[in-house]
C-alpha cells in the first residue's frame, strides 16, 4: 500500500492532537553518521500517551508513514525516512515514579538516559545500562533499539531492564499500563516484540525500568594484553574469581588508541606506549573490589596473559579509565571510517574473528579498530583507510562483505547492538534466517496491516504491486 | 476452521515421520491436577528436529491440532487436549553442548531440568532455574510455559536464561539454530514471542541457555518475621547490603507449616512452634555470605522485623531447609485445595495483596496458606477448607472471584509464573487489556492460520462460524 505525504494530512493531525505541530528543523532530520538526511518533514511533539494515541490513528486512517524519533543517537538510520510524521518525544520525558521498596523506575519515553541514571543514583539505585550518548539518548529509542552498552555482561540489554512497557499500537490501540509485575505469564510478551523492533510494530510511550542495588565495592583497571585470545582466558578468570561481578569487560585496539595519540592528543592514556591490545576490566562486589582485581590481575599475569596494567586508585581516576574508552568513536570519526560493522559472534570464536578477519583483509590496504563488548561477544569492527590513503581509494562494500560474510560463517550477527535500521534491511533480508524471516514479515503484516510504522526499516518496504498508484 | 482428529491423519503422519507413531498411555493424557484427561489420543516421539518439522508439516496440511508435551508437570492444563497429536520429547533429551568459556549449555527440548543442572555443575557452572519438579521438568515444557521458580530474583524467569532457541513454526518451517549469541539485534525477537506462549505459536526444540559462575559462598537462612510487611522491609535490607547477591526470598505461611506437620509429621521443620510468617533467604557471594547473611539478620532483629532464626551450617542442613519449602505443595495436596491461585502484584503491593485478600475472604470459612516467590511478587495463593468442612461446601469460582478481582485492583497477574494453560484462557479473554488481547490474536493467526498449535491454550478457541462444517 502507498503511503501519502504526512504533509497532505496536516489539518487532521492537527485536529487530532491540537497544539502538537511544527516543521522540523534539521536536527530532526539527519542521524549522526550523515547517510540518511530528510529534506523536510513535519514534526508532531505530543505531550501524552493519549495524544501520540490520536495521531497514530490518523496516520493509519489517512495512511501516512510514522519515524519515531528519541535522542536522534541511532547510527543505522532508524529515525530517518522522507514524507513521514515525525514523532519526536522531547516533550515526553516525565520520570513518573522511583520506588526503592520495587526497585522499580517508570518515565516516559522521551527521557534521557542520564536523567534516568541521576534520578536512580538519587535515591541509592543504579541503573545499569549506560553507552556513550547517554546524555542525549532517550529511553524510548533505547528500547526501540534494544541498546546495549558497556553492562550488558552483567545486567543485560535494554530489554533486559525493562520491567514492562506502555505502548501504542499500529492502529492506536493503547497496550499497557505500563506494568511493574517481575513475573506475569498471562499470555504472549508483547513487551519483547516491541522492544528491539525499531518503531516498526509500534511505539513505546513509557517503560517500567530495573533498578539494581549499585555494588558497593567497584574496582576498574586497564590492563595490557598479549591478544585477544589472551583477553578471553582474563576473562574466564575474573568470571572464576568474581562471579558475576564482572561488571564490564571491554577489549582495546592499539590501532583505536594510536588515532586517539594522534587527533585527542590531550587526552591522557593509560599506558604508554599504547598497547596493541588491552582490556577494561570492572568489578562490582559487595566488599573489596579492589582486592578481588588485585588477585585477578596477579593470576593472570602469572599465566602470561596480563602485562602491564593501571588499577584505578580514586573514582576520578576510574572515570579518567572510562573517559579514553569513550572517547574511541571520537578517534574513529577524526580518521574517517571506510566502513563500520557493530558485530556478535560466539564468545569464544572473538579470536578468530580478529585473527581470520586480518587474514582476509591483507592486501587490501586498511587498518582495522576492533573494539568493544568482549564479554558480550561484541564487537565494533571498524575499516580505517591506510595513513596516507583516501576514502575513495576503497570499495567499502566489498570490505562490508569481507566482514559480515565471516561473521555469518562463525554463526554471527551483523547488527549486534545497533539493530537494522534502513542501514542493513536489505542484507538481513538477503541472508537472514528464512524462517526468522517468514515469521517477522507475518508479525509486521498482521500488526500493522497499512505499514505506516517506521516504513523501510528493519524490513523493507514491499514492492508496490505494478499499475497501482496512489491512492487519489 | 475446525480440525480433525489426529487418528485421521495416522497414515501420513506415520509417512512423514516413520517410527514415531504409538498409542498415548494414560501418562501422556492427563496432568497433575487431575482437571483434564482425554480419553486416548496419537502420541509422536520424534528424535529430532527434522522429524518434528515432518510432523508439524503433516498436521498443518492435514488440519491436525498439536499438543506438545514435555515433562507433563505444567499446572493450568497446557498439556492435555482432546483429538490432537501429542508431540512428546522424551526421545529428545540430548545435551548438545558445554562451553565454559562461554558460560552456555545447549541442549534438546526433551532434557530434564535436573540432568541439566548436573551437567552444569560437572563443568563447574550453574544453570540457576530450579523448582520443585525439577526431577521431570523438560525444558522444552520450561521454555514454553516461561517457568519460573525459586531463583528468579537473581537470575530471572526462563525466557531471561534462553540465550537462543531452535523451533518449529506452524507451517513446519525450522527457526534458528539456536543461536549462542548474547547480542543479537538482527530483526523482532521471535524467540521471546515463542518463550511463554505455551506451544501455541510454535514448537521449541532445542535452546542455548545461559550459565552463571557458582557463588563460591552460599549462606541459607530460616527467618521467623512478625508479618510479610516486615518480610518485605528484610529484603530490602538484603539488598541493600548484599546486592543482587540475595538469590532467592521466600514467604512462608504459618498455615502451611501447619499442614505439613500434620500431614507429614517426618519432616522436621525449622522452628518450633511454626511462626505465623517466616522467610527462607539465601545469598551468594565470592566470599563470607554467612557473615553476611549474619549481619542481615542482626540489623532486621534490631529493627524489629525477625524473629527465632536458623541459619544452616552445612550443606545438608541447607537442603533439610529447602526440603521443607519445596514439601509445602504436597501439604497442601494432602488437604486439597478449595482453589488455587498463581498470582503477582507489585512487590510493595504484597502485605495488601494478603490483608485485603483476608478481609474480602473473612466469614467464607477458609483457611488461606499464601507463601513463595516474596522477591518476585509472586505468590501461590490457595485456599483450604475450614478444618472439618468438606469441598462441596464452598463456591470455588466465586472465591476466586474475589481474589482474582483483588489481584486486579492491585495491579496484578493471574497468571505469574505457571502460565495460562486451558484454566486461566477463558478468565484472561475477559479480563486482559484489551490492546494486548488483540495484539495476542493478530499475532496467533498470522503465524498459525489454521490454529494447530495447542488450539484452546492461552487464547479460547474461536467460535466456528456458523454453517460451517468439517471439511470433507
Not at 573517559?323 to 571520537?330: F, G, K, W
Not at 582495522?368 to 561477544?377: I, P, S
Not at 517477522?440 to 505506516?452: N, Q, S
Amino acid at each position: 500500500m502507498t503511503l501519502r505525504p504526512a504533509e497532505e494530512a496536516r489539518a487532521s493531525l492537527e485536529a487530532a492532537a491540537p497544539g502538537t505541530l511544527s516543521t522540523a528543523e534539521p536536527r530532526h532530520l539527519e542521524e549522526p553518521r550523515g547517510r540518511w538526511r530528510a529534506a523536510s518533514g513535519l514534526l508532531a511533539r505530543p505531550r501524552s500517551t493519549a495524544e501520540v494515541a490520536a495521531l497514530v490513528r490518523t496516520c493509519a486512517r489517512e495512511r501516512v508513514g510514522i519515524v519515531p524519533l528519541g535522542g536522534g543517537t541511532g547510527l543505522v538510520g532508524g529515525q530517518v525516512a522522507e514524507g513521514c510524521l515525525i514523532l519526536s518525544f522531547e516533550r515526553m520525558t516525565a520520570i513518573r515514579e522511583i520506588s526503592r521498596t520495587e526497585d522499580l523506575l517508570i518515565c516516559e519515553a522521551g527521557a534521557i538516559l542520564s536523567d534516568v541514571q541521576a534520578a536512580a543514583e538519587a535515591e541509592g539505585r543504579l541503573f545499569p545500562l549506560s553507552l556513550a550518548s547517554k546524555g542525549s539518548a532517550r529511553i524510548g529509542g533505547l528500547l526501540a533499539a534494544n541498546a546495549g552498552g558497556v553492562n550488558v555482561l552483567r545486567w543485560g540489554n535494554m530489554r533486559d531492564l525493562a520491567v514492562g512497557v506502555e505502548a501504542v499500537l499500529p492502529d492506536g490501540t493503547v497496550l499497557g499500563g505500563p506494568g511493574r509485575l517481575r513475573k506475569d505469564n498471562a499470555g504472549y510478551d508483547i513487551r519483547h516484540l516491541l522492544i528491539g523492533a525499531e518503531g516498526t510494530l509500534g511505539i513505546v510511550t513509557a517503560a517500567s525500568l530495573r533498578l539494581v542495588p549499585p555494588p558497593a565495592s567497584v574496582a576498574t583497571a586497564w590492563i595490557a594484553v598479549p591478544s585477544p585470545e589472551a583477553a578471553l582466558k582474563l576473562l574466564g578468570i575474573a568470571r572464576d574469581r568474581a562471579g558475576e561481578g564482572v561488571s564490564a569487560f571491554e577489549l582495546i585496539s592499539g590501532v583505536g588508541l594510536g588515532f586517539l595519540a594522534e587527533h585527542l592528543p590531550d587526552l591522557r592514556q593509560p599506558l604508554a606506549p599504547a598497547p596493541d591490545w588491552s582490556v577494561l576490566i570492572e568489578l562490582g562486589l559487595p566488599s573489596a573490589a579492589e582486592d578481588a582485581l588485585a588477585g585477578i590481575y596477579e593470576a593472570a599475569a602469572e599465566a602470561g596473559l596480563a602485562g602491564e596494567a593501571v588499577l584505578a586508585a580514586s573514582e576520578a581516576q576510574r572515570a579518567a579509565l572510562w573517559d579514553v574508552r569513550e572517547s574511541i568513536p571520537l578517534g574513529n570519526r577524526a580518521v574517517g571510517a571506510l566502513a563500520s560493522h557493530d558485530i556478535s559472534v560466539p564468545l569464544g570464536m572473538v579470536p578468530e574473528m580478529i585473527a581470520e578477519g586480518v587474514r582476509r583483509l591483507e592486501g587490501r590496504g586498511v587498518r582495522l579498530n576492533a573494539f568493544g563488548h568482549l564479554g558480550d561477544g561484541n564487537l565494533h569492527y571498524n575499516l580505517f583507510p591506510a595513513r596516507g590513503r583516501a576514502r575513495g581509494d576503497y570499495d567499502a562494500e566489498a570490505l562490508t562483505g569481507i566482514v559480515h560474510g565471516l561473521v555469518r560463517e562463525l554463526g554471527g550477527s551483523i547488527a549486534a547492538e545497533h539493530g537494522v535500521g534502513r542501514l542493513k534491511a536489505a542484507e538481513l533480508a538477503a541472508t537472514g534466517d528464512p524462517g526468522k524471516l517468514a515469521a517477522m514479515r507475518a508479525v509486521k503484516a498482521a500488526l500493522d496491516p497499512a505499514g505506516i510504522m517506521n516504513p523501510g526499516a528493519v524490513l523493507p518496504r514491499r514492492a508496490e504491486p505494478p499499475g497501482r498508484g496512489r491512492p487519489a
